[in-house]
C-alpha cells in the first residue's frame, strides 16, 4: 500500500496570557502576621506571569483525543507550532511519529503553607538597663535570597516545577516563585514595643507553599491514518512527588519578648 505522507512545521503566533485570578484556597489563611512588603523592598522582584498558553485548533484537538490528560506548557507550544497538511490523495496512508517521553501532567493532591520557612532577618534591643518602654521596627540588615525546589530529583524536572507552580498559584492565588529576594534596608513602620527590664527579639520569615501531589509521564505519538490525527500516550507511569515554593514579597513576623538573650 503506498503511503503518502506530507506535513510540514510552521511557527504560530504564540498567544500568552497572565494567569487569571483566583480566589484564595480555603486551607490556605494568611495570618496577620504575615505582610506584604512589596511596595517596600529594595529589590525588585520581577513578576512571576506564568505563561498559559491557548492551544490551536488543530492542538486542541489533539489533546482532546489523547488517551492521557496533557497539560505541560511545553508541550502544548510544540503542537501548537506543528501544522499537518495532509494530501489530498492521503487515504489510506498510515503514520505514527514518536514525540518524546514527556512529563504530561501534574495533579496536586496537597497545598498548605509554612509562613516561617526561613528565617532572614533579627531585628533586637536589649532594654533591661531602661527605664521606659523602647520601640523597635523591621529593617532587614542584609539581602537575603530564598530558594525553593522539588523535593526529590525526577525526570523533566523543569516541566514538573512549571507544573506544580501553576497549580499552586491557581489553589492559593498567592504570588510564588521558586526563587525571591528581599533587599537590604527594606523597612516596615509598624512598631514593636519592648519594656523596661526586657529584651525584644523581632524575627523575620519568608513564608512558602509546600506543594504535594503526582506527575503523570508518558511516550507521546501523534498517529495519522488517512486524515485522522491523534495523540497516543504509552509506558504510562505516576511519580508523587513535592516542592517548596516560596511566597514572594511576603514576610512573616514573630515578636519574643525575654529576660535573657536568645
Request: a positive charge.
Amino acid at each position: 500500500m503506498r503511503k503518502i505522507l506530507c506535513f510540514s512545521f510552521i511557527l504560530f503566533l504564540l498567544c500568552s496570557f497572565t494567569i487569571p485570578s483566583f480566589a484564595a484556597s480555603e486551607n490556605i489563611k494568611i495570618p496577620n502576621s504575615v505582610t506584604d512588603i512589596s511596595q517596600d523592598n529594595t529589590y525588585p522582584n520581577p513578576t512571576q506571569d506564568l505563561p498559559y498558553l491557548q492551544p490551536s485548533e488543530l492542538t486542541q484537538q489533539l489533546i482532546d483525543s489523547s488517551n492521557v490528560k496533557i497539560e505541560n506548557p511545553d508541550l502544548i507550544k510544540m503542537l501548537n507550532e506543528t501544522n499537518i497538511m495532509p494530501s489530498p490523495v492521503a487515504i489510506g496512508y498510515r503514520a505514527t511519529i514518536y514525540l518524546g517521553q514527556w512529563a504530561l501532567n501534574y495533579e496536586s493532591t496537597e497545598t498548605a503553607a509554612n509562613w516561617e520557612y526561613q528565617k532572614i532577618n533579627t531585628n533586637y534591643f536589649d532594654n533591661r538597663g531602661g527605664k521606659s518602654p523602647v520601640q523597635i521596627r523591621y529593617k532587614q540588615e542584609v539581602q537575603k535570597k530564598v530558594t525553593g525546589g522539588l523535593t526529590a530529583n525526577i525526570p523533566k524536572a523543569e516541566d514538573v516545577k512549571k507544573m506544580m507552580l501553576l497549580k499552586a498559584v491557581k489553589k492559593t492565588n498567592l504570588p510564588l516563585s521558586f526563587e525571591t529576594v528581599v533587599g537590604v534596608g527594606t523597612k516596615k513602620e509598624h512598631v514593636y514595643n519592648i519594656p523596661p527590664k526586657k529584651m525584644g527579639y523581632l524575627y523575620a520569615y519568608a513564608p512558602a507553599i509546600n506543594e504535594k501531589g503526582k506527575v503523570t509521564y508518558g511516550e507521546v505519538y501523534l498517529v495519522l491514518k488517512g486524515r485522522q490525527k491523534k495523540i497516543v500516550v504509552k509506558n504510562v507511569t505516576q511519580q508523587g512527588i513535592g516542592a517548596w515554593i516560596p511566597v514572594q514579597d511576603r514576610v512573616s513576623f514573630g515578636f519574643v519578648i525575654t529576660e535573657q538573650p536568645k
